[in-house]
T-cell receptor
Framework: AQSVSQHNHHVILSEAASLELGCNYS??????LFWYVQYPGQHLQLLLK????DPLVKGIKGFEAEFIKSKFSFNLRKPSVQWSDTAEYFC??????????????WGLGTSLAVNP | GAGVSQSPSNKVTEKGKDVELRCDPI?????LYWYRQRLGQGLEFLIY????????KSGLPSDRFSAERTGESVSTLTIQRTQQEDSAVYLC????????????FGPGTRLTVT
């Protein structure tokens, strides 16, 4: 069955440290890829997405992610985190199933805590 | 414009009772999703409505769970004979057409079964 794996469940960093959150998926066909973020007490919201073209995509708040098809990965990065980046981060993959009825497959999320 | 709204925001119910959760998607969004998020865990897909197509119910955990959607508007998720393991935040999201488009999430309904 298709799945999305986020390798880091809990990450603790100090401000200005670099961030990379891993995301791997198991599907050999065409995918669209997403990172969503949930700040404390707020709704889930889209951070960035990849549909096609340049595999390095840039999102809000200085985040970027690189799609590496050969590795089935879509890792999230930020060169210098801030305290305000403390949040839960979810990777999601859009897979076309047999009925062309697309739905998202979600990772379990990574909790990021940034210490000031 | 208005975002996705859900009601109630919190619901405490006794084990064995039925509950109904409501979702109002963004106007014009044809796709609607229900998810369950248990404490400290990721999103668990429950059901997906897309226009007039048959809903994808593959994520519903048991026959106690059901959902309906009226056209391309309001959706209700019903849990019958609630159990303590049903306690979770139930999230609704909508998107313009289908999963390849950004999903907009509501604030969720926190369900506690005592």
């Amino acid at each position: 069955a298709q799945s999305v794996s986020q390798h880091n469940h809990h990450v603790i960093l100090s401000e200005a440290a670099s961030l990379e959150l891993g995301c791997n998926y198991s599907y050999g066909g065409t995918v669209n890829l997403f990172w969503y973020v949930q700040y404390p007490g707020q709704h889930l919201q889209l951070l960035l997405k990849y549909f096609s073209g340049d595999p390095l995509v840039k999102g809000i708040k200085g985040f970027e992610a690189e799609f590496i098809k050969s590795k089935f990965s879509f890792n999230l990065r930020k060169p210098s985190v801030q305290w305000s980046d403390t949040a839960e981060y979810f990777c999601a993959v859009n897979i076309v199933n047999a009925g062309n009825n697309r739905k998202l497959i979600w990772g379990l999320g990574t909790s990021l805590a940034v210490n000031p | 414009g208005a975002g996705v709204s859900q009601s109630p925001s919190n619901k405490v119910t006794e084990k064995g009772k039925d509950v109904e959760l409501r979702c109002d998607p963004i106007s014009g969004h044809t796709a609607l999703y229900w998810y369950r998020q248990r404490l400290g865990q990721g999103l668990e897909f429950l059901i997906y409505f897309q226009g007039n197509s048959a809903p994808d119910k593959s994520g519903l955990p048991s026959d106690r769970f059901s959902a309906e959607r009226t056209g391309e508007s309001v959706s209700t998720l019903t849990i019958q004979r609630t159990q303590q393991e049903d306690s979770a935040v139930y999230l609704c999201a909508s998107s313009l057409f289908q999963a390849s488009y950004e999903q907009y999430f509501g604030p969720g309904t926190r369900l506690t079964v005592t």
